[in-house]
């Protein structure tokens, strides 16, 4: 039986998982910089230790809710083809080891942006552990009225 080790975070009420391998780090909030006239996901650019990271609101980025404004978010720092990018979740979870038979493909029924960026879901015994795709919710449209900023790259 093979097993996958995922670090897991909750968004809105959603318990989401990434490969732990992709994680570099956690951390907690950090002051950021706004982008004028970048997609409403891209909440800022942050320094860390003296790096420029691009900062991808998840609750923007899957359609939820923003969180109350008293309300900081906590940074998974991930590793992506074009750098290092922070993920802006509520709460930090767990390292998880879960069977990949136990992986199941997201239903017909699930549309929008979580369709193409919820990879599948893993059925555990307290709650339903959706598989993130990294590289696709780093990668950000362009916001409505064509700006130049097409991504998340880092700077």
Same mark, same amino acid.
């Given at each position: ?22 994680? &570099? #780090? ?12 970048? @997609? ?5 650019? !942050?320094?860390?230790?003296? &790096? ?6 998840? /609750? ?16 998974? !720092? ?13 709460? !930090? ?6 069977? #990949? ?11 929008? !942006?979580? /369709?193409?960026?919820? /990879? ?20 950000? @449209? ?11 790259? @880092?700077?």
């Amino acid at each position: 039986m093979s097993a996958a080790q995922l670090s897991t975070f909750s968004v809105a009420g959603h318990l989401f998982g990434v490969e732990v391998t992709v994680v &570099q #780090e956690v951390i907690r909030y950090q002051p950021m910089t706004r982008v004028p006239l970048a @997609p409403a996901a891209l909440a800022g650019l !942050i320094n860390l230790r003296g &790096q420029v990271i691009t900062a991808v609101d998840l /609750r923007r980025r899957l359609g939820f809710p923003d969180r109350a404004a008293d309300e900081l978010p906590m940074d998974v !720092i991930v590793r992506t083809g074009d750098g290092l990018v922070s993920l802006l979740v509520d709460r !930090i979870g767990d390292v998880v080891e879960v069977a #990949e038979e136990a992986f199941e493909e997201p239903p017909e029924t699930l549309q929008g !942006i979580a /369709r193409e960026l919820i /990879r599948g879901a893993y059925k555990l015994d307290h709650a339903l552990l959706l598989s993130l795709d990294v590289q696709g919710a780093v990668h950000l @449209p362009p916001p409505s009225g064509g700006s130049g900023i097409s991504g998340a790259a @880092p700077m």
